[in-house]
T-cell receptor
């Protein structure tokens, strides 16, 4: 079975500062891992995904995430936050033999001017 | 079409009424998924189809919920005898086989 834990339901960072959103996963099989973003009044958009090809995954809008098997983590980072990054971010996991995605509860990112 | 579409975008209904939510996947996508997202939560899996076959309905909360995809394209999620606790955002996603799931804008259901 798969599960995801996102640490912190709300995270605030200053514009230009590092963004770090934490995600830990549990999976009985090698996982597929995802980060999705949800802007206000919009649908879910895929930021990036890990499918075992490389442990450091680069996504859209300058975000990246690193798969660390020893820590069962898949934290999302961005070197310099922009006001437009304010949104809700969801970490998700999918087992390689099970097509359904299990989502975390989400982290709302606030950007301070 | 360019992306996954869902209709209606907003639905307000009275308790006890039946509702049907529609999902039109990306053309050619084999797999179609339904999720439900309560306020302040992540999406929760309901059911999914490969072509017209329902592969997994373990996430449907009770027998008032059903889904179909008769021709392997458009899907309908039906909720019978709606209750206030059914109020949520209902999201549909589609994908090629075992590939990235692309989500539609969702249907916001409010049961009064």
């Amino acid at each position: 079975a798969q599960s995801v834990t996102q640490l912190g339901s709300h995270v605030s960072v200053s514009e230009g500062a590092l963004v770090l959103l934490r995600c830990n996963y549990s999976s009985s099989v090698p996982p597929y891992l995802f980060w999705y973003v949800q802007y206000p009044n919009q649908g879910l958009q895929l930021l990036l995904k890990y499918t075992s090809a490389a442990t450091l995954v680069k996504g859209i809008n300058g975000f990246e995430a690193e798969f660390k098997k020893s820590e069962t983590s898949f934290h999302l980072t961005k070197p310099s936050a922009h006001m437009s990054d304010a949104a809700e971010y969801f970490c998700a996991v999918r087992g390689n033999r099970d097509d359904k995605i299990i989502f975390g509860k989400g982290t709302r990112l606030h950007i301070l001017p | 079409g360019a992306g996954v579409s869902q209709s209606p975008r907003y639905k307000v209904t009275k308790r006890g009424q039946d509702v049907a939510l529609r999902c039109d996947p990306i053309s050619g996508h084999v797999s179609l998924y339904w999720y439900r997202q309560a306020l302040g939560q992540g999406p929760e899996f309901l059911t999914y189809f490969n072509y017209e076959a329902q592969q997994d309905k373990s996430g449907l909360p009770n027998d008032r919920f059903s889904a179909e995809r008769p021709e392997g394209s458009i899907s309908t999620l039906t909720i019978q005898r709606t209750e206030q606790r059914d109020s949520a955002m209902y999201r549909c996603a589609s994908s090629s086989v075992t590939d990235t799931q692309y989500f539609g804008p969702g249907t916001r259901l409010t049961v009064l």
